[in-house]
């Protein structure tokens, strides 16, 4: 057994399997934390908010919306529907907001291997404690409004 050659395919083809299964995991725990957010409240003292998410003033068409409380480890996730609307049921607080969301388009490259989808919205928006978004819930119903620029 000598030494093999180096294969960087390989190892690029690993990094995209690894890329597209990490999305499609956090995609699966959103799709599955949205779950049962309807009309009732799901939980003692949470509060029904609903929103909706535009960016550079055309409502996002698919996404989801995270929120992470300022203090303590309250957090909620909602899938942003067509009109970009989203609801989701919260504690009462102060908390920092995140927005995700790509075309939703697979493509491969010319070897075909599969490529990650494109984000439609810039990425400091993906994460909690970078995007600037706040949100602060009061113990009454609350509407929000995202406004996203490039």
């Known amino acids: 057994m000598g030494n ?12 995209v399997v690894r890329s597209r299964t ?7 725990v959103v799709i599955i934390a949205a779950q049962g957010c309807h009309d009732r409240q799901p939980f003692p003292g949470a509060v029904k908010v609903t929103g909706v998410v535009r960016y550079e ?3 996002l068409a698919r996404g989801t919306v995270q929120f992470g409380a300022v ?7 909602a899938r942003v529907r067509p009109d ?3 609801t989701v049921w919260l504690r009462p607080g102060d908390y920092r907001a995140a927005v995700i969301a790509f075309d ?3 493509r491969v490259d010319d070897k075909g291997i599969p490529l990650p989808q494109k984000a439609v919205i810039p990425q400091r928006y993906f994460t909690v404690g970078e995007s600037g978004l706040t949100a602060s819930i009061a113990s009454d119903r ?3 409004a995202f406004e996203l620029h490039r």
Not at 4 to 15: A, C, Q
Not at 71 to 77: A, I, L, R, S, V
């Open 22 to 28: 990490a999305i499609r995991l956090t995609a699966l």
């Open 71 to 77: 203090e303590g480890n309250d957090c909620g996730t």
């Open 84 to 86: 970009g609307s989203f």
């Open 4 to 15: 093999l050659p180096p294969f960087p395919d390989v190892s690029r083809r690993l990094h």
């Open 104 to 106: 939703g388009i697979e």
């Open 142 to 144: 609350h509407t929000l």
């Open 57 to 59: 003033g055309t409502p």
